[in-house]
């Protein structure tokens, strides 16, 4: 059973920084594009940066590049999204997904507050 479980949301001040985690089962990490989204209220959810191949070739939506860091441990089969220089505007819901083949897979989501 595929399964994707986020962890590390909380609340943050302006300038802090957060770690996520995306733990799977039910599947190999490596073996899917796995990508980071997130939804602020009242918007649409929108991509925040994804990992892929076996190399670990990553991209980032251009307001989160140099800030955001996205990465891959196959051996515990996770993908870690860390976030540095927190903006209130990164408030929302931070989803990790799943997809391969045209199967695609959501976690439920960690809710980040950045706010002093």
């Known amino acids: 059973q595929v399964q994707l479980v986020e962890s590390g949301g909380g609340l943050v001040e302006p300038g802090g920084s957060l770690r996520l985690s995306c733990a799977a089962s039910?599947?190999?990490?490596?073996?899917?594009?796995m990508s980071w989204y997130r939804q602020a209220p009242g918007k649409e959810r929108e991509l925040v940066a994804r990992i892929f191949g076996a190399g670990g070739i990553t991209d980032y939506a251009d307001s989160m590049k140099g800030r955001f860091t996205v990465s891959r441990d196959n051996g515990k089969n996770t993908v870690d999204l860390q976030m540095n220089s927190l903006e209130p505007e990164d408030t929302g819901v931070y989803y990790c997904k799943a997809v391969r083949l045209g199967q695609q897979y959501w976690g439920q989501g960690t809710q980040v507050t950045v706010s002093s």
């Open positions: 039910g599947f190999t990490v490596s073996t899917y594009v």
